[in-house]
């Protein structure tokens, strides 16, 4: 059996170790909240998401080719924040279903997706729901609901090294983000939030839910 000492030198060990993570931590959320805040004037320069997929490539051994062109709301589509919102509000909607049915499932706003996108990764689980929540809620104060759409359709993922709405409405229809149609800019909306799978072309389904609710 372990000595007392044993015992003391090791819950010292452990209570440094809790120490030295609570301060990653608070220090983590804290340069979050400082980059929240100065995202209400500038445009976010990289995201979680994107540093993430561009070490994914790195270590299959691949060229990292991520394509992201950050426009103003002024040069995208009326019609794609709007299918955004209802396709969020449908997801929502859905998710409460299967919970009234005692099925759980990870829900989030789009200010839960956006604070994901900016500082986190797609992996993680619950970890990463517990930064997202109080992070969502700093945004919520800091940043409008506008400015939010705003750099959310700028930074999401909409295709295998696709960010932004400017390169997603190229890359899917050959177009510029302004130039997208009603039904288009539903498409774009129907990929998210799984862009890497989908395909504007196989969900015409989900597409015509979105054009409904809009």
């Known amino acids: 059996m372990p000595s007392a000492s044993t ?23 804290a340069l979050c ?9 500038v445009p976010p320069p990289v995201t979680g998401i994107r540093l993430q997929r561009r070490v994914e490539l790195l270590l299959s051994g691949q060229r990292p080719t991520l394509r992201s062109n950050r426009i103003s709301m002024e040069d995208i589509d009326p019609d ?22 005692g099925r759980r499932r990870g829900g989030s706003t789009i200010t839960q997706q956006l604070v994901k996108n900016l500082f986190m990764t797609t992996r993680g689980g619950w970890v990463r729901k517990a930064f997202e929540v109080p992070l969502a809620l700093v945004a919520d104060l800091v940043l409008s609901k506008d400015r939010q759409l705003e750099i959310y359709l700028n930074v999401a993922e909409w295709g295998p090294g696709v960010f932004g709405a400017e390169e997603a409405a190229r ?15 539903a498409g774009l909306a129907a990929l998210l939030p799984a862009p890497r799978t989908r395909t504007v072309s196989r969900t015409a389904w989900y597409r015509s839910i979105i054009l409904q609710r809009m």
């Open 171 to 185: 890359y899917h229809y050959g177009k510029s983000a302004r130039n997208l149609t009603r039904e288009e800019a």
């Open 33 to 41: 909240i400082l980059l929240l805040l100065l995202y209400t004037l």
């Open 80 to 101: 794609l924040p709007h299918a955004v919102v209802a396709a969020e509000a449908i997801r929502i909607a859905a998710e409460d279903n299967r919970r009234s049915d």
């Open 7 to 29: 015992g003391r030198r090791l819950a010292r060990a452990a209570a440094r170790a809790l120490r030295w993570i609570a301060f990653g931590v608070a220090g983590y959320l």
